[in-house]
């Protein structure tokens, strides 16, 4: 399975419950202050799941309050986003002087770098449901963007926001089943889907300024591309006609965000390859095949790229990946991270 952590109140004394449950949940989401009325025997389960960049964390306790104070938002930031998808009782959020409720049937954001204050449950039962976190830097999404998403309760019945609820569920509920080479293809996935959501919800809002309608239309192109890196025919101007665009729009898209098409489509699909390259169910397979899996069907030109993107060969890097000498040191940093089993 993918790497879990597991944590039953019941498997603990009562006086040490409430304090191992607010551990947990500091490192799946962020450093945070917490209290309870129930803190004196507090019930809770709560699993982590690891999907290399991404975590997922399906969690049912006792009413809560769990605060991200200026303070610690300014010493402690992990530059993440926050996804709750409640599935029974209420999240309330209070930032900035303003709270909103968020109950099934919807998607609540958070930006670590904001002070906020939650309140999870309601008087007569506990909250349980989904928390999602990605790296900010993977949404390519300025911290002012994403504030406009922060205020709103995205739908989770319907659109993008049902498929990635959908999404969390399925990977909640089945964990045992993939393998821990399967975490970082998950995430991959989480994050297409949370990109879409969000482009989706910056461009049914007809009133943003165009500032925000341009990046509505970058994230949708950035999670197309994601979709079809298997295509070895996609190319920018394949791009552009998918969504009805110039070449020259295209192209200043990626401009003004210091990058090029081709590059992104380039990064995204060396990073899947890396990632099989590191899968010990995969070792069989030629390299050419795996590299011709993602679009690059051209072997010399695939291996001059991936040496100049990681200081290494793929037969080199492959081998010593899989013989546990770890990743290259010019390989690391980059968006797959393999997780450990159990």
């Known amino acids: 399975m993918v790497y879990e952590t597991a944590f039953a109140s019941e498997d603990v004394p009562a006086a040490e419950r409430f304090g191992r449950w607010c551990e947990l949940v500091r490192r799946a989401h962020a450093p945070l202050e ?9 019930r809770a389960r709560l699993r982590v799941l690891s999907l290399g ?40 959020v209070a930032r900035e002087g303003r709270a909103d409720g968020h109950g099934p049937g919807s998607l609540c954001v958070v930006d670590t770098s904001r002070p906020c204050e939650m309140w999870a449950g309601d008087d007569d039962g506990p909250y349980s449901g ?7 830097d993977l949404l390519h999404l300025p911290p002012e963007r994403l504030a406009g998403l922060t205020r709103r309760s995205l739908s989770a019945r319907e659109g993008m926001g049902a498929l990635l609820a959908q999404f969390l569920t399925t990977v909640a509920a089945d964990s045992a089943r993939y393998r821990p080479s399967d975490g970082p293809r998950l995430a991959a996935v989480a994050v297409d889907l949370l990109s879409a959501l969000f482009a989706h919800a910056l461009e049914s809002d007809h009133a943003l300024p165009p500032e925000d309608q341009r990046r509505a239309l970058l994230l949708r192109v950035q999670a197309f591309i994601r979709r079809h890196l298997h295509d ?4 920018p101007p394949a791009i552009a006609a998918a969504h009805h665009i110039s070449l020259s729009h295209l192209h200043r898209l990626f401009r003004d965000e210091g990058s090029t098409v081709s590059a992104f489509l380039r990064d995204q699909r060396l990073r899947r390859i890396r990632q099989d390259l590191s899968d010990p169910a995969l070792h069989r397979t030629p390299i050419h095949s795996v ?7 051209d072997p ?3 291996s001059r790229a991936f040496r100049v993107a990681y200081g290494t060969s793929p037969s080199d890097y492959r081998q010593r990946v899989l013989a546990g000498g770890g990743t290259p040191a010019a390989a690391r940093g980059g968006l797959v991270a393999n997780a450990a089993g159990r």
Do not use: K, M, N, Y
């Not at 070895?232 to 190319?235: C, T, V």
């Open 130 to 136: 989904i928390g999602l976190e990605v790296p900010r």
């Open 34 to 42: 917490a209290d309870s009325p129930h803190r004196a025997d507090f």
């Open 53 to 92: 960049a991404v975590t997922v964390w399906p969690a049912e306790f006792a009413p809560a309050v769990l605060r991200r104070t200026p303070e610690l938002a300014r010493r402690h930031d992990p530059r993440t986003v926050h996804v709750s998808l409640p599935l029974r009782g209420r999240l309330r």
């Open 291 to 297: 590299a011709a899996r993602w679009g690059l069907t």
């Open 300 to 302: 010399s030109a695939f």
């Open 232 to 235: 070895p025919h996609l190319s």
